[in-house]
C-alpha cells in the first residue's frame, strides 16, 4: 500500500529527514530507506534507529515520529493511475462469467472474461491505516474488509513481516475463503503481486508468486543493474 497506492513513503521520508535534521544528522540515504521500506513498523524502527545512533531512545524518536505522521497521512494521495486500475479491478467482480471460464480451462486461449479476485496486503497497523485511509474509503472499498491484511493481523506470527511471505499467503486465503459457489481455489502460482518494495518483492517470490515490482525512481535507481536479482528475490 505504502509506496505502492498511496504517497506515503515520501511522507516517511519527510517525517524522518526532519528528525534527523533536527539532530544534526543530515537526511535519510536511499541505501538505508531501501531496508526499512515494507518491513514491520518494529523491524523498520531498529534497522533505523541501529544506522542513525541519535541522541534520544528509540522510543523518544518512535514517539516524535509518530507525532509527525499523525499531522501528514491525513493527507495521503493516491499515486498517479491507481484510482483507474482500482476501478477497473474492481468492476470485475461484477461480471457474469460462464462456468467454462471459473472451472479449470481446457482452451487456453479462450477470451472469456475472468474474475479478478484482490486482496490488500500491507505492513502498516490498524491504527495507521486508518489515519491514511479515512478520507479514501471510496478508493479502498475496492478491498473488502475481509480481504485485507495488515501488519497487526492476529492472524500473523509477530516477527514474521517481510521479507517472509506470511502476508501474502494469508492475503491469498482470504480470497479462498470467500470465493463465490463454484470457483475453484486459487493457486499461488495463479497469483500476481504488486509491490514497490524489495523486501515485499522477496516476500512475494518466497510465496511462490509472480511479482511487478513499482519502485519508487530513486529506489530504481539505487538498485540500478541489479534488476534481475530484484524480481528474483535473492537480496536478501
Not at 172 to 178: M, R
Not at 187 to 192: A, H, K, N, Q, S
Request: aromatic share 6%; glycine share 8%; hydrophobic share 35%.
Amino acid at each position: 500500500m505504502d509506496g505502492l497506492l498511496l504517497d506515503t513513503e515520501d511522507i516517511y521520508t519527510k517525517c524522518v529527514n526532519i528528525i534527523l535534521e533536527k539532530y544534526g544528522k543530515g537526511t535519510l540515504p536511499w541505501s538505508i530507506k531501501a531496508k526499512l521500506q515494507g518491513r514491520p513498523g518494529p523491524q523498520a524502527n531498529k534497522i533505523f534507529h541501529d544506522w542513525a545512533q541519535l541522541p534520544i531512545t528509540s522510543e523518544e524518536y518512535v514517539a516524535e515520529n509518530t507525532m509527525l505522521q499523525k499531522q501528514l497521512f491525513p493527507h495521503t494521495k493516491p499515486l498517479p493511475g491507481i484510482v483507474d486500475l482500482l476501478g477497473h479491478l474492481g468492476r470485475t467482480r461484477y461480471w457474469e462469467v460462464k462456468d467454462g471460464a471459473i472451472t479449470e480451462a481446457k482452451d487456453k486461449s479462450s477470451s472469456e472474461p475472468q474474475r479478478v479476485h484482490i486482496a490488500l496486503a500491507t505492513s502498516s497497523h490498524l491504527g495507521n491505516f486508518r489515519v491514511k485511509t479515512n478520507h479514501l474509503e471510496e478508493l479502498f472499498a475496492v478491498f473488502p474488509s475481509h480481504r485485507r491484511v495488515l501488519g497487526d493481523d492476529s492472524r500473523l506470527t509477530p516477527g514474521r513481516g517481510k521479507p517472509l511471505p506470511d502476508i501474502f499467503l494469508l492475503a491469498l486465503k482470504t480470497i479462498n475463503d470467500s470465493l463465490p459457489a463454484g470457483e475453484r481455489p486459487i493457486t499461488p502460482e495463479e497469483c500476481l503481486v504488486f509491490e514497490d518494495s524489495v523486501p515485499g518483492v522477496e516476500a512475494g517470490r518466497r510465496a511462490g508468486m509472480r511479482v511487478i515490482w513499482c519502485p519508487h525512481p530513486m529506489l530504481k535507481k539505487e538498485y540500478d543493474g541489479r534488476e534481475a536479482e530484484v524480481l528474483a528475490g535473492r537480496t536478501g
